[in-house]
């Protein structure tokens, strides 16, 4: 088996704005497998300053990986726990290098473009008027569930523009979702909580920072709004942990990011914990490529999810993959007779 590694910067073609800050640009690293005539590629893919791992070192790291491999000494997903963009990209690869063809990693209706995937439409941070402008262009595309970034703006505009839209779309026709990235302080986000609520929120994801469990578990079992984990689960791996958290916490919802928890099969092992403890998810991509997002995709069809979910970040980036995922308005579809064009990142 030969290894090859890639690099690609991708461009936003908005800014992508958190409370985290603002993202123009972010890498991807692409781990391209050849054996026997076959190939299987999986994507590394990082956000600066969420990912735990992406530090100095980390693209060395993904060297070794390469090196490993040319020099026959295959390194398991399971040995990058520490790593796991890495692990997911790894995962993938491999994945893909099993089946017939490239890019087909789960068979299915999906792939052959029989069946496609609710989505939801993601609102990034901006302006009233530019978030305004956003919605409207959701909406004009068939959009019915829309998830929203808060926490950047002053919060009396962000209920002045959840009111607005209450105002023209009651709850029957347009589902919320916010997601505040961790930016409200344990002290004041139950009162937030309250407001937000006036507006028939569905849920929120992660409305104080990660490793608050306490906290955490006091919103949950007091707060009006549903509360979704997500930044709650980057770097538990351990299963006595995740199920310490889950049992601690008790939150309402799970949001898994597979290039964020170490892959797919740990993505997995979250949601039979979440089932166990009768905890909804939905799986949401963090940005990756189309290369990513289309294994995420096709994994998630696999699992017969019942929730919409939050797989439409294929549009934000100027130089994307050219792939055969399209969306056909609040819906990812695989379209089999389009190509992949991986000039840009294979060798």
């Known amino acids: 088996m030969e290894a090859i590694l890639k690099k690609l910067d991708l461009q936003f073609i908005s800014p992508g704005k958190t409370s985290r800050g603002t993202l123009y640009s972010k890498p991807s690293w692409f781990i391209i497998l050849k054996s026997n005539g076959r190939t299987g590629m999986g994507e590394c893919s990082v956000i600066p300053g969420l990912n735990p791992e992406y530090k100095e070192g980390y693209e060395q790291k993904i060297k070794e990986v390469i090196d490993a491999i040319n020099a026959g000494n295959n390194p398991s997903p399971d040995s990058l726990h520490d790593f796991p963009s890495i692990q997911f990209g790894l995962e993938t690869a491999l994945i893909d290098l099993g089946q017939p063809v490239t890019g087909i990693l789960f068979p299915s209706p999906f792939t052959q473009g029989e069946e496609g995937i609710p989505i939801n439409g993601l609102i990034w941070m901006g302006s009233k008027q530019e978030m305004q402008q956003r919605i409207r262009e959701k909406l004009k595309q068939g959009f019915r569930v829309l998830k929203m970034k808060v926490g950047a703006l002053d919060f009396k ?184 064009d991986l000039s840009s990142v294979s060798k």
């Not at 290039?259 to 993505?267: E, T, Y």
């Not at 919409?308 to 609040?330: D, E, M, R, Y």
């Open 157 to 340: 505009e962000e209920t002045d523009l959840l009111y607005a839209i209450r105002q023209e779309f009651s709850a029957e026709d347009l589902e919320i979702r916010l997601d505040a990235n961790g930016a409200f302080s344990a002290d004041t986000a139950l009162e937030k909580l309250k407001w937000l609520s006036a507006y028939t929120i569905h849920s929120i994801e992660q409305p104080i920072k990660a490793g608050q469990w306490e906290a955490m578990a006091q919103i949950c079992s007091s707060s009006p709004l549903p509360i979704a984990l997500d930044e709650e689960l980057i770097g538990i791996t351990a299963p006595d942990e995740k199920k310490r958290l889950l049992s601690t916490i008790r939150p309402h919802y799970l949001i898994l990011k597979p290039s964020l928890l170490g892959g797919l099969a740990q993505s997995r092992e979250w949601i039979d914990m979440a089932t166990e403890n009768h905890i909804s998810w939905w799986a949401t991509s963090a940005l990756e490529s189309n290369v990513g997002l289309n294994a995420i995709a096709q994994w998630v069809f696999t699992l017969k999810p019942q929730m919409v979910q939050g797989l439409g970040t294929g549009q934000v980036f100027s130089n994307n993959i050219p792939s055969p995922l399209q969306l056909h308005g609040p819906r990812l579809f695989h379209n089999p007779s389009l190509p992949w």
